[in-house]
């Protein structure tokens, strides 16, 4: 603000009563920007500018061990799909396509994903507690209505539609809590956040077997749905944001979506998760046609989770080493590489132990990755928003890529082999491994070091 000149032939009377205005006008301004700044701050799970803890502080690992646990009913839902799918198929409805009743786990990723793009807007603006509450009922809800279901399309619409959209609550303000609160250590606090997913898979696979076989299908839905709302509902507490969310106007963030950085790791992650689930879907009913036990499927998909919870801690502690992208250029080329032929000539159940101990321990480093990468090349403050634009197409590529396994396992495997679903599936991995390769060359195009052979 340009202030009053005292002009010299002022008197002193004058000059003190221009003194006392300028300092009242100063009084004033002062006045303004702190109720501006106390309106500003309406998220309860921000505190104060003046009280922000500094990134990489111990206090940033209980929201993250709170997303850790919260991930485990988000991500356990859909990781130990297989065992409903393998019942679904082979017990409850034989005579329904597998591109059918796909639908039903399809649709968990692909809303939890896919609707972000609004639930982040809602984390940014309203606060991370009440957005993963709003999940944690729905979630619940559905999982209670899943079971009193007696017809497929009940259970697509309870069990899929209602169940992801109640996870894209809880998912929303989860993938950016890590990411925010830390900076040296970003990549093992999100592998730490994320390994909950396979955690829950794992225990969640062997719980749904368990209480399939003792106490039926219905009642295995009613006690997950009581565990979610009761575990969720106390680690919603430990949310908390480290810096306040930049006011918008929009739901999309145009600023990213202009960037070809954007654009490139949105690619990469519509491509592996088109091909990603096939196994998880899949590698239960493999087991029995040749010649396994429904048990069978269901101990490959805990090695499958197991391994996978490994490996998420694992890619990102050596992205803190060695480069986010540079592993995950790596992990996907890999991927293909274990699961075409080891998927694609088991004649037994060990080669498939050995493919779901590898394909566990090398493909998941995206999910771990991902959100680091976006938090490295856009701002932290906006990262909700920024996942939720880039899960939208995520969400699309399960929906597309899961159906269209099923609908090649139908017509062209015609439910006695999986070779062209394996195809399929390694294809779309390895196109998004080379969407991964363009983004590191892009980068370092962009960038004023022009090795090749760098930390990136």
């Keep these: 603000m340009t202030l009053p000149a005292v002009e010299s032939g002022n008197t002193l009377a004058e000059g003190k009563a221009s003194a ?13 920007k702190n109720t501006t ?3 500003e701050s309406h998220d309860p799970t921000v505190e104060p500018d003046s009280n922000i803890r500094p990134a990489d502080c111990a206090f940033g690992w209980i929201p993250t061990l ?26 409850r409805f034989p005579n329904t396509s597998a591109s059918t009743l796909s639908w039903i786990g399809t649709l968990i990723t692909t809303l939890m994903l896919g609707c972000t793009i609004l639930t982040g807007v809602l984390a940014d603006k309203r606060g991370y507690r009440l957005t993963a509450y709003i999940g944690t009922v729905l979630c619940t809800i559905a999982y209670i ?28 303000p989860s993938i950016s809590i890590a990411p925010q609160w830390f900076d ?13 997913s396979s955690i829950g898979g794992l225990w969640f696979t062997a719980a749904t077997q368990a209480m399939i076989d003792n106490l039926g299908a219905k009642w295995a839905l009613r006690i997950l749905g009581i565990l979610t709302f009761v575990v969720t509902g106390i680690m919603n507490i430990l949310y908390f944001r480290r810096v306040p969310a930049k006011p918008r106007n929009t739901i999309l963030d145009l600023h990213a979506a202009k960037s070809l ?12 998760y088109t091909g990603y689930w096939a196994i998880t879907f899949y590698i239960g009913t493999t087991a029995r046609q040749i010649g396994g036990t429904y048990h069978d499927g269901s101990n490959l998909l805990l090695v499958l989770n197991a391994g996978s919870a490994i490996g998420r801690i694992a890619a990102g502690f050596i992205a803190d080493k060695l480069g986010s992208i540079n592993i995950l250029c790596l992990s996907l080329l890999l991927t293909v590489v274990i699961e075409m032929p080891l998927w694609m000539t088991a004649q037994g159940l060990a080669p498939l132990y050995v493919l779901c101990v590898l394909y566990g321990l090398i493909s998941p480093t995206f999910i771990s990755l991902n959100p680091v990468i976006v938090a490295t ?4 403050d906006t990262l909700a928003s920024v996942m ?14 899961n159906l269209s396994q099923g609908a090649i396992f139908d017509k062209y495997d015609r439910r006695t082999q999986f070779t062209n679903t394996i195809i399929f599936s390694a294809m779309f991995i390895l196109f998004a491994g080379l969407a991964a390769l363009a983004l590191r060359c892009y980068i370092i195009q962009k960038g004023s070091n022009k090795r090749f052979l760098q930390i990136l």
């Design 20 to 32: 006392a205005s300028v300092s009242s006008a100063y009084d004033s301004l002062e006045v303004q």
């Design 184 to 196: 040296k250590y970003r990549g093992l606090a999100s592998g730490v956040a994320v390994s909950g």
């Design 66 to 91: 709170a997303v850790m646990v919260n991930n485990m009913f988000i991500f356990g839902a859909s990781n130990s799909y297989g065992v409903f799918s393998t019942y679904y198929l082979n017990v």
């Design 37 to 39: 700044a106390v309106h």
């Design 261 to 272: 950085t954007f654009w490139l790791i949105t690619l990469e992650s519509f491509a592996v």
């Design 145 to 172: 209505l899943a079971s009193f279901c007696e017809e497929v399309w009940q259970l697509i619409l309870t069990q899929g539609v209602l169940f992801g959209i109640g996870a894209s609550f809880l998912f929303a």
């Design 377 to 380: 090349y856009f701002d932290t």
């Design 388 to 401: 939720g634009m880039t899960n939208l197409f995520s969400g699309i590529g399960i929906l597309a890529g």
